[in-house]
């Protein structure tokens, strides 16, 4: 553990329930694995590699891309992250509670739907296409966001 007083709000290593998740996964409870999912905990939040480096800097824990990039594919494989694929970089969220997400096509920005704000629509999509959710359960609706607007 950093002892930077800034990282202490972000460190999960105190946290027996990351500890415990960890465990759980069969995973050992090493700092870079417990700051990863500090900075991935809040609602919503999907990070690429770059911006999770960016941030574990910010912090005061400076760490090699190449060491979040493996830490990330590691916490996926385990389904304790997920990934989100679109334009540009690869950005990975915490799984939690089941949910969709909706991909800008122009910026990549990426927001996560409860599922079941989408039940009835997946199930018609389903229904239609025999297509489901991956085994994250989630779907990708891919458009473009508000900010970007429908200009081409």
Do not use: F, K
């Amino acid at each position: 553990m950093s002892g930077n007083p800034q990282l202490a709000h972000h460190d999960l290593t105190a946290r027996p329930d990351a500890r415990l998740l960890l465990r759980r996964h069969g995973l050992r409870c090493t700092p870079g694995r417990l700051n990863i999912l500090s900075l991935l905990s809040a609602p919503e939040l999907h990070l690429s590699i770059t911006e999770a480096c960016e941030r574990l800097v910010h912090i005061g824990d400076v760490v090699h891309p190449t060491t979040v990039y493996r830490t990330l594919e590691v916490l996926t494989e385990t389904g304790l992250t997920h990934a989100v694929h679109g334009p540009g970089a690869t950005r990975y969220g915490i799984t939690g509670e089941p949910h969709h997400h909706t991909v800008c096509q122009r910026c990549g920005h990426i927001s996560a739907l409860a599922s079941a704000h989408l039940t009835e629509a997946v199930g018609r999509i389903e229904e239609l296409t025999g297509l489901r959710p991956d085994t994250s359960g989630s779907l990708l609706v891919y458009g473009r966001c508000a900010d970007c607007g429908d200009d081409l």
